[in-house]
């Protein structure tokens, strides 16, 4: 089992800043590649970001590439999500996941409880 906690989430203005964490436990969390997904209310939940065991292959939704980075410290049993230039359609609750690399959920065998963030315009 791993258990992760989602963090960070806030409600910010367009063009604002903002870093996600998600810390875990459990199983070893360097075996796990990484993601970040995201629901918005009345939306299938989305593939935002994902990022490889080894932090050295990373793949990023369309609609987010160029704005966020996602990483990891393995020491540290974290990975984070920096979100830059957010917009008011980046609102969402966003979830942490570890599975297997990709963008399907279906990869990903373990979620956290979502964090919210809101973007006012």
């Known amino acids: 089992q791993v258990q992760l906690v989602e963090s960070g989430g806030a409600l910010v203005q367009a063009g604002d800043s903002l870093r996600l964490s998600c810390a875990a436990s459990g199983r070893t969390f360097s075996s796990f590649s990484m993601g970040w997904f995201r629901q918005a209310p009345g939306k299938e939940r989305e593939f935002v970001a994902a990022?490889?065991?080894?932090?050295?292959?990373?793949a990023y939704a369309a609609s987010v590439k160029g704005r966020f980075t996602i990483s990891r410290d393995n020491a540290k049993n974290s990975v984070y999500l920096q979100m830059n230039s957010l917009k008011p359609e980046d609102t969402a609750v966003y979830y942490c996941a570890a599975g297997r690399f990709g963008s399907s959920p279906g990869r990903y065998d373990y979620w956290g409880q979502g964090t919210q963030v809101t973007v006012s315009s």
């Open positions: 990022v490889s065991w080894t932090g050295g292959s990373t």
